[in-house]
């Protein structure tokens, strides 16, 4: 894969990321003033039942967006650093930021359970929204191998697999379309199954970057470390609990061991 085409599959990326952002906010936000005062949209507001700053939906709709963006410009950041350093952790790590934007989708689910639209739309966004985090979870597997002394250069031919697993995984996995959550995530069956397989991911990832830190015993490796040990923390909370504090609480995790993350590989490819 040439420099141009990595590239070019990075701006994409960014622009289906965008997309997703303010495609599901201005749908969400039209379809949801619309029908403000219908009886769905009073039903959804006890189940998001999140009082501490409001009694409506608006606090989910709102932390959902700025935890999005914020993944968003962290994903320009990390093109940024990947442009100046080239380093193909960069490369996959950047797939990992830009693929929170299909966090951004539980804002459709929002909308679908107001307009009461049929139950396959559900497990469509459901399975959507999976796609995303164990496409998350793949890149970053990627992104941690090549911290060793992997060197294998087809980077389209990792991309194409951890598409390949994220979406048989998607298209597999059960969906309940009759029970939201607080979170606006709809329930997923095969629980052990999922928790088993993010389980085996979160230690591959681990087991990287130790070996990673006692081939090369660089210091900067520590913090580095640090970085993606919040990140595996954050998934922990929102991969496997459909709750508003647990699920974004989690996401800010990623985004700040997110932003750790890439500062840390910068320096390892540029001392300061």
Do not use: C
Request: aromatic content about 14%; overall charge positive; charged content about 10%.
């Amino acid at each position: 894969m040439t420099v141009r085409l990595r590239n070019n599959l990075l701006t994409t990326g960014l622009v289906i990321a965008f997309l997703l952002f303010f495609s599901t906010f201005l749908f969400g936000y039209i379809i949801l003033s619309i029908n403000g005062n219908d009886a769905r949209v009073e039903e959804l507001n006890r189940i998001v039942d999140f009082h501490m700053i409001d009694d409506t939906i608006l606090p989910s709709f709102i932390t959902i967006q700025i935890l999005v963006l914020l993944a968003l410009i962290v994903s320009i950041g990390t093109i940024k650093s990947y442009k100046n350093t080239e380093a193909p952790e960069l490369f996959f790590f950047t797939f990992f930021t830009l693929s929170i934007s299909f966090e951004s989708l539980r804002l459709l689910n929002a909308v679908i359970f107001v307009l009461d639209t049929p139950l396959y739309a559900t497990q469509l966004v459901a399975k959507a929204i999976y796609f995303g985090r164990v496409f998350r979870l793949m890149s970053l597997l990627a992104s941690t191998l090549y911290l060793t002394n992997f060197t294998y250069k087809r980077f389209g031919t990792i991309l194409a697999a951890s598409f390949l697993i994220a979406f048989s995984l998607a298209a597999y996995i059960p969906v309940d379309p009759t029970l939201l959550s607080s979170d606006l995530s709809y329930s997923l069956g095969i629980r052990n199954s999922r928790i088993f397989f993010s389980v085996a991911i979160y230690i591959l990832v681990f087991l990287n970057l130790l070996i990673a830190l006692f081939q090369k015993r660089y210091p900067r490796y520590l913090l580095l470390l640090t970085g993606v040990l919040i990140i595996l923390s954050g998934s922990s909370l929102y991969l496997h609990d459909e709750h508003f504090i647990l699920t974004h609480s989690g996401l800010f995790l990623v985004i700040l061991g997110s932003i750790i993350t890439t500062r840390s590989i910068e320096k390892i490819y540029i001392p300061l």
